[in-house]
Nanobody, 118 residues
């Protein structure tokens, strides 16, 4: 059974930083393309970033140069470092396995809430 558990969210001021974590079981992250996605209240799910099985990373334009995705293969844990956060980054953040095309984001956990507010 695949289980992804996100953590690390919280309240952060604009311009601040936060690191999100996603611990996985039943799925070896280094074998797949893993992503972070987010969903703000009343809005659709939004792709944030992907780290491919080979370590290549890509980002949505809205977070480029502010967020960093990484992976610890020994711990089978995915990370998302948020810096220079903006109020529009407020959302529930999920990690997921990206599959197919159009992309599907599978095995999302319960998510971790990020709230950017002064």
């Amino acid at each position: 059974e695949v289980q992804l558990v996100e953590s690390g969210g919280g309240l952060v001021q604009p311009g601040g930083s936060l690191r999100l974590s996603c611990a996985g079981s039943g799925l070896t992250f280094s074998r797949y393309d893993m992503s972070w996605v987010r969903q703000a209240p009343g809005k659709e799910l939004e792709w944030v970033s992907t780290i491919f099985y080979n370590g290549v990373t890509v980002y949505a334009e809205s977070v480029q140069n502010r967020f960093t995705i990484s992976r610890d293969d020994a711990k089978n844990t995915l990370y998302l470092q948020l810096t220079h956060v903006k109020t529009e980054d407020t959302a529930m953040y999920y990690c997921a396995k990206r599959e197919g095309y159009p992309y599907q984001y599978k095995y999302r956990g319960q998510g971790t809430q990020v709230t950017v507010s002064s």
